[in-house]
């Protein structure tokens, strides 16, 4: 499976953006999609998860601001931001997992990154 994020840019603090994930080729048996985000010189972070059921986690201090999303028909997981601060800059990167059977080993794949800047 591939996944292009796309969606990010530059946006003043207090403004919103959504990113989006597309998930291509081979999409059978993917399961959880997510977002994670990394600034420079620091580990990648996690950001939100949905299951292919619908679950969603956050990280707690974006629990409110930040809201993900996904359309199974569309092979496609979302972030909507909200109320965007200055420290929220990174690349935000997209992840699925993905197993094509129970006894199947699990598969990682990550997004190539987007670039979120908020300005103060």
């Known amino acids: 499976v591939q996944l292009q994020a796309s969606g990010g840019g530059l946006v003043q603090a207090g403004g919103s953006l959504r990113l989006s994930c597309v998930a291509s080729?081979?999409?059978?048996?993917?399961?959880?999609m997510a977002w994670y985000r990394q600034t420079p010189g620091n580990q990648r972070e996690f950001v939100a998860r949905i299951s292919s059921g619908g679950s969603t986690s956050y990280t707690d201090s974006l629990k409110g601001r930040f809201t993900i999303a996904r359309d199974n028909a569309k092979n496609t997981v979302y972030l909507q931001m909200n109320s965007l601060k200055p420290e929220d800059t990174a690349v935000y990167y997209c992840?699925?997992?993905?197993?094509?059977?129970?006894?199947?080993?699990?598969?990682?794949?990550w997004g190539q990154g987007t670039q979120v800047t908020v300005s103060s």
């Open positions: 992840y699925a997992d993905q197993r094509v059977c129970i006894e199947c080993p699990q598969f990682e794949t």
């Open positions: 080729g081979r999409t059978r048996g993917i399961d959880n």
